[in-house]
Every structure is written in C-alpha cells, then in structure tokens.
C-alpha cells in the first residue's frame, strides 16, 4: 500500500507541474485552478459512476447544496468556510441517500434519465426560494480577502487550494477501490444480478458509494462558492457545465480508474475553454458541440479512457516480453 500511495502521490506531483510553469500568468492559472478542481469532482463522481457503474446526471444537485449551504452559512452566521464545507457535505450526503433509495430500483440509462430529472426539479426548486439561494439573481458574496474567509488575493492560492483537494480526494479513491466496498462495487458493476447472488447487499453498497460521492461533491460545492463567489442556479445545475462534464471528464481520462479524472480534467477543462473563446463568438455553443463529439468517438474508440487504454497497452507490451 505504501508504494502504490507513493506512486499514486508521484503521478499527483506531476499534474501539478503546470502550476509551478504558469506561476505568474494569471489566465492559465485561473483555467489550472478550475481543472484541479474538477478533477477532484470527476474523481468524487467516479466512486459511483465509475467503480459502481451508476451513471449519474444529477450530480449538480450535490454540488450546488455544497455550495449553497458554504455561502449561507458564512453570509447568515459567519461560519468559516474552512468548517462550513463539513455540514455541507453532511447535507449533501444525507440528500443523495434520500433521493438515491428510490431511483436505484432503475437500471442503465433509466436510472441516468431519473437523476437527470431530478437535477432539474432541483433546478426550478432553487428558482423559486429566494430565502435561501436567492432565486434567479442569485447569491453574492463580498470579497474579504483572508485565509479564515477562504478568499484570496492571489489567483494560485486557489489553484493550491483545489489541487490539495484534488489530491485528498484521490487519495480517498484509491483506499476505497482496495477496500471491501470498493470490490463490492465493482461487483455490482459487472453484474448486479451475481453480486446479489453471492450475498451482496447491493442496495446498501451502492448507498454507500452514493453518500461517499456526494459528500466529496459537497465539499467541491463549497470551494466553488468561495472560489467565483457569485452562486445561482443556472451556473451550479447546469447539466452541460456540471452534471455531464464530471462524466465526460472521467469518460475522457479514464473510467473507473484512480487516475483518469485528473487526466480528463486536464484535457477538457483548457479545451473547453479554448474552443469557447475560439467558437463563442460565431458559433454559439459551437464548444459544446464539439465537446459531444469528442465523447462519442471516445466512446466508441477508447471505451477505457485515456488512461485504461495506457495501461492496458503497458499490460500487453509486458505480457509479450514474458517466456
């Protein structure tokens, strides 16, 4: 274990070599920061989407209770956001079992259309509650610069920020693929049926993975809020921004594997932001577009991601040199 944490650490070390390359261009340090970050969540998606085999679309909704409860805790009681990332993801947790029990009756891409449709009756919820997340205009938290406040003059102590929390949460998936849940879902995403036969309680297993994915999510939310530190529905349950790109992220890199979120995360979010910048003017959405096809033909020619296919060219290359 405590080599493959050291290799695990090493390939985190390398991904952070970008930042140490872009210290002083704050552009590229804002688009790091970003991917760091998404990464972390693509990770936190990948204990259930991808070790579980549950594809969920409604992952926003998590994320954008992380970040609300974070905002509302340090606007109304002046919480830290250092401790207030603790209830958010307690929060979010105990929001995706409640929603989760039902819907993991359904199979396939049945149980993708249901979160889906629930990400987006979340959606028109947070519309319609001014109290709490301030409805269409949103919520706006004043820039009071300090480490107890989570704000930051410098863009790369954000990019610090969500790149520690990349690596916390990938460390924690790498305990959880060894670990006994870890080879229950797994079990469960090859065949469900089997895994219940061999005594598995599958329901129970995939509520854990479920509740470990949100809690991660959760914690994302609140980083996010204090990051961009302006929060309203269309950004936090956007289903091209957030509920898709934490799937195409781990579809790109890698699914199911330790280290393809942060690979895809890498490659999408500076792509995404380049064909916005290069399309968005002509072409409306054009990156979107884009985006889908690049999810299609991985899809259809790297069905292992990036990262699955390196590895199993590498598992070939060492099998043909054996006698």
């Not at 972390?40 to 549950?54: D, E, K, Y």
């Not at 979340?122 to 989570?150: E, H, Q």
């Amino acid at each position: 274990m405590a080599l493959l944490l050291g290799g695990y650490a090493g390939l985190l070390l390398l991904a952070c070599a970008p930042l140490g390359l872009m210290w002083n261009d704050p552009y590229w340090i804002n688009i790091l920061a970003y991917a760091y970050l998404f990464g972390a969540l693509a990770a936190a998606w990948n204990i259930i989407g991808g070790f579980g085999g549950q594809f969920s679309l409604g992952h926003g909704v998590f994320f954008a209770i992380g970040a609300y409860t974070v905002a509302r805790l340090y606007l109304d009681l002046g919480l830290t956001p250092w401790l207030g990332i603790f209830p958010a993801a307690a929060l979010a947790t105990s929001v995706a079992v409640l929603i989760s029990w039902p819907t993991f009756r359904l199979r396939g891409p049945f149980f993708a259309i249901a979160t889906m449709a629930i990400n987006e009756a979340c959606f028109a919820l947070a519309n319609y509650t001014d109290r709490l997340t301030g409805g269409p205009r949103g919520i706006l938290v004043p820039f009071r610069a300090g480490f107890s406040n989570m704000i930051f003059t410098e863009r790369w102590k954000y990019a610090l920020l969500t790149f520690g929390f990349m690596s916390i949460v990938v460390l924690i998936t790498v305990f959880i693929r060894r670990s006994r849940l870890g080879h229950y879902l797994l079990a469960v995403r090859e065949d469900e049926d089997a895994a219940r036969a061999a005594g598995i309680d599958v329901l129970k297993v995939k509520l854990q993975g479920m509740a470990l994915s949100a809690a991660l999510t959760g914690a994302g939310g609140g980083i996010f809020a204090m990051y961009v530190r302006v929060l309203d529905p269309p950004t936090l349950f956007s289903l091209p921004d957030i509920g898709v790109k934490f799937a195409l992220i781990s579809l790109i890199g890698g699914i199911g594997t330790i280290m393809g979120p942060v690979v895809g995360a890498l490659l999408i979010v500076p792509l995404e932001n380049f064909l916005r910048g290069a399309l968005g003017g002509e072409i409306p959405g054009g990156h979107l577009i884009i985006l889908g096809i690049i999810l299609v033909g991985a899809a259809l020619f790297l069905k292992r991601g990036i990262v699955g296919a390196f590895t199993g060219a590498l598992r070939r290359i060492r099998d043909r040199r054996q006698p």
